[in-house]
Nanobody
Framework: QVQLAESGGGLVQTGGSLKLSCVAS????????MGWYRQAPGKQRELVAA???????DYANSVKGRFTISRDNAKKTVYLQMNFLEPEDSAVYYC????????????????WGQGTLVTVSS
């Protein structure tokens, strides 16, 4: 069973920075994609950034140039460095991993973290 543990959320002023981390635990052999989604009140959950095992990266247009995703495969960890934060970035940020292969051979298509709250004050 894979579990995701997120950290790094909090309250920051406009223009500030935060770094989110998400660690995957379990008997994992391989993770296909690791990324971050966010959901603001009254809005749909949206992709923020995702990185494949081959290092292909997708960013939402709204965060390009401000956010940077990275992953450490040995640590089974994905990071999201968020700079120049804006009030519109306020949301619950969810870690997401796709195509997880366990050492047993069992595969899980998609797993979500519990979410970490990011609040940007104006």
């Amino acid at each position: 069973q894979v579990q995701l543990a997120e950290s790094g959320g909090g309250l920051v002023q406009t223009g500030g920075s935060l770094k989110l981390s998400c660690v995957a635990s379990g008997s994992i052999r391989h993770i296909g994609s690791m990324g971050w989604y966010r959901q603001a009140p009254g809005k749909q959950r949206e992709l923020v950034a995702a990185m494949s095992s081959g290092s292909n990266i997708d960013y939402a247009n709204s965060v390009k140039g401000r956010f940077t995703i990275s992953r450490d495969n040995a640590k089974k960890t994905v990071y999201l460095q968020m700079n120049f934060l804006e009030p519109e970035d306020s949301a619950v940020y969810y870690c997401n991993v796709k195509r997880v292969e366990m050492t047993s051979g069992y595969r899980q298509l998609e797993i979500w973290g519990q979410g970490t709250l990011v609040t940007v004050s104006s």
